[in-house]
């Protein structure tokens, strides 16, 4: 067991850049295809002439918060919202097989929002240059 006792170190990060390639592509997707999920809007937006832009708006918000959970930049404040608007599409889609998963995906966000800051996140080596001038 001894390799894997030196592994134990990067699951943070494993785990910060496998959610940020996820919510990245959902995000790129949204932009390309808003149609594909004008149908995972709550019914007010949904019927709203507003649906399109709430996916791109969506879709933005998504690819800035990935990118800066990749980034290792405000880990906690992004985690945090990310896990909080997963949660949200989760309960609003119901009990089923989409659900569930958003659900896992919205736990493990919500694991890098306890676990903050690791040893490669940007904003930690910003934090510590900070202090040392």
């Known amino acids: 067991m001894g390799f894997f006792d ?7 990060i494993v785990l910060r850049y496998a959610l940020g ?3 990245l592509w959902f995000g790129i997707n949204q932009l390309i295809n808003p149609n594909n999920f ?7 937006i949904f019927n709203s002439p507003y649906a399109v832009a709430f996916v791109y708006a969506n879709g933005v918000f998504e690819i800035v918060a990935a990118t800066l959970l990749m ?19 989760t ?9 569930v998963r958003d659900f896992g995906l919205a736990v493990a966000t919500i694991s890098i ?6 040893k490669w996140c940007l904003g930690k080596k910003w934090k510590k240059k900070m202090t040392e001038n």
């Open 6 to 12: 030196n592994t134990k170190t990067y699951a943070p």
């Open 21 to 23: 390639l996820v919510y």
């Open 38 to 44: 004008i149908g995972y809007l709550p019914t007010f």
């Open 71 to 89: 980034m290792g930049i405000l880990v906690r404040w992004v985690a945090a919202l990310l896990a909080l608007h997963l949660l949200a599409i």
């Open 91 to 99: 309960f609003d889609l119901g009990y089923g097989e989409l659900a």
């Open 113 to 118: 929002w306890l676990w903050g800051e690791d």
